[in-house]
């Protein structure tokens, strides 16, 4: 299947600062990305989806300012925790549309302190 | 509004055993598609299988293969042969046909193959 590659892994950051996490398609191109959160022992909750040149479509209850998506070409999508807090910690995933199917990246562990 | 529903939190199987995981679907649209997609410790998700909904035949991937019952909304996970590399959580997820391939999530079963 298609590989998608995310970035980085894990970070750990202090309070107030801003991360940025990358996904990209690594051997195709993806107009339509996708982010998730997803909480220990939990599904996996859509946050937004990343369209290429466009705004991104935010779910109800996920803050827009909080959360920057920018999906500036059509291999990468990046998310922004701006003025991170130690509630933003979690696991964020990043898929890429596939025909009538998402690829999935390893996701990233986010530890705010 | 798409639901996905696993009732079962938590199952464990002796190794090379058989064992099934339900997931149950509502949805009023006709042409769809479903997935289990597995997620082992390390998290990365990994697709496990995928059935169209305008296939009656029952999807099969080696030791994985789906029970798909179209009128109860039912499409089950069956495991066969259980190795210790199957443990991991496995989640069910349903996705429209051509409405930009959101997906619909359960909220997983975790299996765990006992040696």
């Known amino acids: 299947g298609a590989v998608v590659s995310q970035h980085p892994s894990r970070v750990i950051c202090k309070s107030g600062t801003s991360v940025k996490i990358e996904c990209r398609s690594l051997?195709?191109?993806?107009?339509?990305m996708f982010w998730y959160r997803q909480f220990p022992k939990q599904s996996l909750m859509l946050m937004a989806t990343s369209n290429e040149g466009s705004k991104a479509t935010y779910e109800q209850g996920v803050e827009k300012d909080k959360f920057l998506i920018n999906h500036a070409s059509l291999t990468l999508s990046t998310l922004t925790v701006t003025s991170a807090h130690p509630e933003d910690s979690s696991f964020y995933i990043c898929?890429?549309?596939?025909?009538?199917?998402?690829?999935f990246g390893a996701g990233t562990r986010l530890s705010v302190l | 509004a798409q639901t996905v529903t696993q009732s079962q939190p938590e199952m464990s199987v002796q190794e090379a055993e058989t064992v099934t995981l339900s997931c149950t679907y509502d949805t009023s649209e006709n042409n769809y598609y479903l997935f289990w997609y597995k997620q082992p410790p390390s998290r990365q998700m990994i697709l496990v299988i995928r059935?169209?909904?305008?296939?009656?035949q029952n999807a099969t991937e080696n030791r994985f293969s789906v029970n798909f019952q179209k009128a109860a909304k039912s499409f089950s996970l069956k495991i066969s042969d259980s190795q210790l590399g199957d443990t991991a959580m496995y989640f069910c997820?349903?996705?429209?046909?051509?409405?930009?391939?959101?997906?619909?999530f359960g909220t997983g079963t975790s299996l765990t193959v006992i040696p």
């Open positions: 997820a349903f996705m429209k046909s051509n409405t930009g391939n959101q997906f619909y």
């Open positions: 059935q169209e909904a305008y296939k009656q």
């Open positions: 898929s890429a549309r596939g025909t009538n199917i998402q690829y």
């Open positions: 051997d195709f191109q993806a107009t339509t």
